[in-house]
């Protein structure tokens, strides 16, 4: 059974930062790849960034780009999001997915999603 949870959501001013986890539990992520991805009410759940778990390819939507910063520590099985300059158009909830290779960043391409984690953005 897999499982992604996620952590680290909150309220932030505008500028500010915060750093979202997911922990990934139920079974060998090393093939698989890592996405975040955030629904923003009465809005589609859209593609925020995706990662290999060997770290070899990131991919950004071009919204986040040169602000938010995917990564992956393989020994906790772990992925983050730190989100930085953040304005009050990032405030969605944010989930974590996972799906096996290939590598893609189309949401139906995900198998498995976490519960979602609110981040929201005041001005």
């Known amino acids: 059974q897999v499982q992604l949870v996620e952590s680290g959501g909150g309220l932030v001013q505008a500028g500010g930062s915060l750093r979202l986890s997911c922990a990934a539990s139920?079974?060998?992520?090393?093939?698989?790849?890592m996405g975040w991805f955030r629904q923003a009410p009465g809005k589609e759940r859209d593609f925020v960034a995706a990662?290999?778990?060997?770290?070899?390819?990131?991919d950004y939507a071009d919204s986040v780009k040169g602000r938010f910063t995917i990564s992956g520590d393989n020994a906790k099985n772990t992925v983050y999001l730190q989100m930085s300059s953040l304005q009050p158009e990032d405030t969605a909830v944010y989930y974590c997915?996972?799906?096996?290779?290939?590598?893609?960043?189309?949401?139906?391409?995900?198998?498995?999603w976490g519960q979602g984690t609110q981040v929201t953005v005041s001005s």
């Open positions: 990662i290999t778990w060997n770290g070899g390819r990131t």
């Open positions: 997915a996972a799906k096996a290779s290939p590598y893609g960043t189309i949401r139906r391409s995900y198998n498995y």
């Open positions: 139920g079974r060998t992520f090393s093939s698989y790849v």
